[in-house]
């Protein structure tokens, strides 16, 4: 027992005398800064001279800098941006297996809401707890060291100098050695956190741009022409979806009955081959919203959505989000309706069922004054956590209780996911019975965002919006329905829909020319060939919108071999 009592003791002096020496302190920052580089020299495809770049020179700049005042405490704190940097680094490479912070991460970040982010930091304890390790230590020592009024001597500092500047130079004459010998070798976008800082720049920049949406966008017009019987009721709603998986869609071959009432229900055409040009909801819903696609996406700002194009058309718009408002072009888009609507309600930060939607959609269709209408919803279908996406008696596959998002789990969210869908297919279905009742030409019209990774595979991979996409990510969901009264007026829109449901579309290019020629809407915007009820439709070819907002051929966007392989087998499918 004395034993056991003196040995504590020595432990404990040994931890005073750790954190009581400032040395000890300004060798722990810079090690523990560039942790995120060791480990995106893993992850990451570069070379082996940018991997020991991205190495040598951010420590010797830590080194550098940490050695750069005596009061080694105040460093320590001027560097926690950098810490910031590092740790969000860290969560990223947890989630996603790799990539640096990317863009579309830092504006993930700023138009996501208080639920969704508890809702995933919840499931990023082993992760977190590595950051708290890392990070929080050197801050509290820091406090304490500047309290104290404690220093670093003059020897110190310069060996720690010298180090910091043998490493860096070593890094500086490595990447001039790379620029010219590896071929588009770029030390901006290959060193972190230099590429990070870069990057939150631009999406500084995106963001103010989003924010200026309406001053931007001002001018434009869609120079719609109204083509139909200007006397006839017209309802159409177009239902946006939040990461519902085409391959998990009975309605597209899935083998479980996910789509119990879609099943069943004349006119609805699924589109098995229905692929996303984006992974991210702030890219991927105002594209379905609007003219624009990966293509131009970099001009969204001075565009403006099919909400537009619908009431210069005549038509009374509403939107109808079960989505909180997070300073996207989707909350500008909605903001251009005459009725906007969130069911989420006064800022909380919680999320009814999708069915919230049910009274006010019931009560505008009820509204005879308005002859003609667009009602575009924004779900919040199957966004994780999947359990809390329908109410109990939806529980159809069980267990679906699990809390922990793990491989070990994987069956259980599964089950929850699929769950999620089923709840999904109700509430379609419910929407679809509501424009049966209503005396006119109706049509529903449905996407989701993007689809989402479920341990699908080895790679242990989560979620969506990662730096890199797979296949589950992009593969989503898509359908039309047509009333009887549309099909019977309109058989040749009800023929093409069915022949071309065989074949692949982008629903960001082909869904708003669709609801527009449904509608008998006419613009110069409206390309014939992309719109799925015309017998001219022509598939695009398939991009993915990167980071950079480039269109890209989806086979360069950094697909493995497997999302490849699972790709081509679901285009050569359903012929």
């Not at 969704?116 to 390790?133: D, F, G, K, Q, R």
């Not at 890392?134 to 820091?142: G, H, Q, R, T």
């Not at 990662?466 to 992009?474: A, H, L, N």
């Not at 809407?521 to 950079?548: E, G, H, K, M, Q």
Request: hydrophobic fraction near 40%.
């Amino acid at each position: 027992m004395n034993y056991l009592f003196k040995l504590i003791k020595h432990i404990t002096t040994a931890v005073r005398s750790f954190f009581g020496d400032t040395r000890c302190l300004a060798i722990w920052v810079p090690l523990a800064l560039i942790v995120p580089n060791i480990i995106l020299s893993i992850t990451e495809p570069v070379s082996a001279i940018s991997s020991v770049v991205n190495i040598l020179f951010p420590l010797g700049i830590y080194f550098l800098l940490i050695s750069a005042w005596k009061r080694t405490g105040s460093m320590t704190l001027l560097m926690l941006p950098f810490m910031i940097f590092a740790g969000f680094q860290i969560v990223l490479l947890y989630l996603y297996g790799g990539s640096v912070i990317a863009v579309d991460m830092f504006l993930n970040v700023v138009t996501t809401n208080v639920s969704e982010a508890s809702e995933l930091l919840a499931n990023l304890l082993a992760a977190m707890t590595a950051v708290v390790i890392l990070y929080v230590p050197p801050i509290i020592w820091s406090i304490c060291a500047i309290i104290k009024g404690k220093t670093v001597n003059t020897v110190f500092r310069k060996k720690t100098a010298i180090a910091g500047s043998v490493m860096s130079i070593a890094g500086a004459i490595l990447a001039v050695t790379a620029l010219v010998t590896v071929p588009k070798y770029s030390f901006i976008h290959e060193t972190f956190p230099i590429n990070a800082i870069s990057n939150l720049i631009e999406a500084c920049r995106r963001y103010d741009e989003t924010g200026r949406h309406t001053e931007l966008s001002a001018g434009f017009t869609y120079q719609t022409r109204y083509t139909g019987n200007p006397n006839a009721r017209e309802a159409y709603i177009f239902v946006i979806g939040e990461t519902a998986r085409g391959d998990n869609w009975q309605l597209g071959g899935y083998e479980r009955p996910t789509n119990p009432l879609l099943s069943k229900e004349e006119g609805v055409v699924f589109f098995p081959k229905s692929i996303s040009e984006s992974n991210t909801t702030h890219k991927s819903v105002p594209m379905l919203i609007s003219f624009t696609s990966a293509e131009n996406f970099d001009s969204i700002a001075y565009y403006k959505s099919m909400i537009t194009a619908f009431k210069e058309a005549g038509f009374s718009t509403s939107f109808i989000s079960n989505q909180l408002p997070n300073r996207s072009f989707t909350e500008h888009f909605g903001n251009e309706a005459d009725t906007t609507i969130y069911v989420s309600g006064n800022g909380t930060t919680s999320h009814p069922y999708d069915g919230a939607v049910f009274p006010s959609v019931d009560k505008l269709l009820s509204d005879t004054l308005r002859r003609k209408q667009l009602i575009v919803i924004h779900s919040y279908g199957s966004h994780f956590k999947y359990l809390d996406r329908y109410p109990e008696h939806f529980s159809f596959f069980k267990p679906d209780n699990a809390i922990d998002a793990s491989e070990s789990n994987r069956d259980n969210l599964l089950n929850a996911y699929d769950n999620s869908i089923r709840y999904t297919d109700f509430v379609l279905d419910s929407l679809i019975s509501m424009l049966r009742r209503h005396q006119g030409r109706t049509a529903l019209i449905y996407a989701s965002d993007h689809g989402e990774d479920i341990f699908d595979d080895n790679r242990g991979r989560f979620l969506h919006a990662s730096p890199v996409p797979t296949y589950w990510q992009i593969h989503q969901a898509s359908l039309v329905w047509l009333s009887p009264t549309l099909t019977q007026e309109k058989p040749e829109m009800a023929t093409a829909l069915q022949n071309n449901s065989r074949r692949r579309i982008s629903p960001q290019k082909s869904l708003f020319p669709t609801i527009m020629e449904i509608a008998g809407i006419d613009s110069p915007f409206v390309i014939d060939t992309l719109s799925l009820v015309s017998p001219n439709y022509r598939p695009a070819s398939p991009v993915y919108l990167n980071d950079l907002n480039q269109a890209i051929p989806i086979n360069t966007c950094g697909l493995t071999e497997t999302d490849m392989d699972l790709l081509h087998k679901l285009l050569d499918s359903h012929k």
